[in-house]
Structure formats: structure tokens, C-alpha cells
């Protein structure tokens, strides 16, 4: 009797000791997740609650930052689309892998699935601007959700924000405080159809901002192109070709440290086409190079990055309207 008293004090205390542990292990997950915690913005009243605005809407919300300052910094994931206007100065905005210093007068545009913020240190700060979220769901079936992919800036990184000019920026507050008039209507009838079409209107001005914003920086812009054309020189100078095949965009977007859409955007304002027409037409050139020095096709095919040499012909022929053997034998005659 003694013996099984004795085996089963000590099963409940290796019980107790399983636990004990678990709970240690559940505190130090807990303590962890509290030190990198991010704002989960699924929706648009976690972001409501969050600063302290009251929500109209489960899809839409309009915030006059002055309604709620001073709020705590946060870092957070969005899941919801955002555009933020900012008329007061911060430093070190986090924003993906970067960091920002904007100043007042910046429209940040943010799409799901995107990260940014400053970590929260307790403290409150005073904030000025406005804030229109709206979740994707508010777009189903509507014209606005067939055109989200020609308003590429929601994919831009922080440091390619759009800087307003004041009449922008009145024209930017008069069609969110429009949209605020609507979300405090007590008629509801077509709401969400008026508050999609206004958030319609709210994009394509932003489009029309941006479009200035690139016009502005025409000398800035060439510069970023004879910098591409460069990195594309320097490409094949350090026979990355041959372990990563021809290049793409998204590597010369990284080496000009531009976000892809941004130095898509960029090129087609400059030159009227694609940076994949840039980087075609480069390895076009390079490819008649390789041919008039007496090296086989297969052989340019292998020095310019392509797999095969029928890639490399397929590519040729898509371009130039010739076949590398028909170029050669047009050059000889």
C-alpha cells in the first residue's frame, strides 16, 4: 500500500512538472510575440479600435487623424487596402526592409498583406492627416476592382511615396471627407455602391498625382535610366548570365533600389515602353554582336544567358522578325 501511495505521489508530481514546463514554455512564447508584436489589421475596425475611432462601416473607414491624436506607434500588418496622409514629419519610418524619413504632405498607399510602422515604445505622439481604409471585399463585383492593377503605387515602397501639392491634397481631403459625409448618412440605400465609386475617383486622382510627381522628376528619372542601362552592362560584364539567365526587372529594380512597380511606372512615363522592352531590346543588340563576331548560335545562346539555342532563336525571331541563321545571311550578302 505504501509503495503504490509512493508511485503515485510521484506520477502527480511529474504531472505538475510536465506543466510547470509547459507554462514556462507558453510564457517565454507569449513574452516573445509581446516584443515583436504587430497590429493584425484584418479589417478595417482593428485599426478603429486600435487608435480610438468609432466605426461607421464594417468595410470602410474614413479617420481624420485629429478626431483621435495622440495615439501609440504601431507596427502593423494590413490585410486591408490604406492610404494614409501624413501632414506631420517622422522620422525612421519602417516600411519592409527599409527606413524612411518623410516629410508633411506624404500620401502612403498600402495594399494586404503589407508591413510597416514604428515599433511601439509606450508612448503616445501627436498625429495630423487622414487615414481611408477599405477592405477588399467592399470592391467585389465593381469597375474599381477591375482596374486595382493599373494603380500600381499601392506597391511601392515607402521611399517612393507621393508628395502632395497643396491643391492635391485639398482635392484629396475634400473626396475622403465625401466619403465621410456618406458613411455618417443615415440613408443606406446604394451606400456601398456611392462609397466604391467615390473610393474610384479617390484612386484615379492619385494616379493623376503621381503622374505630376514623375513629370516633376524628369532629370532624376533619366538618371535612374542611364543607371539601368548600366546595371545591364555590368550584368554581363560579371557573367551573371551564366548562372542566372537573362535579367529580369525585378533584379534591376533591386540594384536601383526601386520597388518593381514603381521602376516600371518610371520607365513607361520616360520612354513610352516596359523595362522588359529596355532589357530586350539591350540583349537584341547584344545578341547581333555576338553573331557578326563568327560565334554559332548556339555558342551567343550560352554567353548571353539563354538555355538553349532554340530559346535563344524563339527570342530572336519574337523581336527582330529574323531567325539568328537569316540575320547572319542578310549581313553577308
Known sequence: ?????????????????????????????????????ILQVDN?????????????HPLVSVIPFSAVTPIRHSRT?????????????????????GNYNY?????IAVSPGQIGGVEDNGEK???????????????RGTSVERKMDRFT????????????TPDERKIFIKCLELIKEELENADKLNQNT??????????????????????????????ILVRFEQVLKNYYRDEKQLKEGIPTVKYCAEQLFLSTN????????ETGNSPNHFIHNFIIDKTKSELMSNNSVSAAAFNLGFGSQQSLSRFFKSHSGQTPLEYIKSKRR
Open 103 to 107: 516629410d508633411e504632405g506624404t500620401l
Open 77 to 97: 500588418k494590413f490585410n486591408v487596402y490604406a492610404l494614409f496622409l501624413r501632414d506631420d514629419r517622422l522620422e525612421e519610418l519602417t516600411y519592409g526592409m
Open 153 to 164: 503605387y499601392f506597391s511601392y515602397h515607402i521611399n517612393e511615396a507621393l508628395q502632395m
Open 125 to 139: 505622439f501627436d498625429i495630423k492627416g487622414w487615414a481611408l481604409l477599405f477592405h477588399p471585399d467592399l470592391l
Open 44 to 56: 478595417v475596425v482593428d485599426y478603429e479600435r486600435y487608435v480610438g475611432h468609432k466605426n461607421l
Open 194 to 223: 456611392i462609397i466604391a465609386s467615390l473610393i474610384e475617383v479617390v484612386l484615379e486622382y492619385c494616379l493623376r498625382f503621381y503622374n505630376r510627381q514623375f513629370a516633376d522628376r524628369k532629370v532624376e528619372n533619366h538618371d
Open 262 to 269: 514603381y521602376f516600371g511606372d518610371l520607365v513607361k512615363k
Open 1 to 37: 500500500m505504501g509503495l503504490a501511495v509512493y508511485g503515485l505521489l510521484y506520477l502527480v508530481a511529474v504531472l505538475l512538472s510536465s506543466v510547470f514546463w509547459r507554462a514556462c514554455v507558453n510564457f517565454i512564447m507569449i513574452l516573445k510575440f509581446s516584443m515583436t508584436k
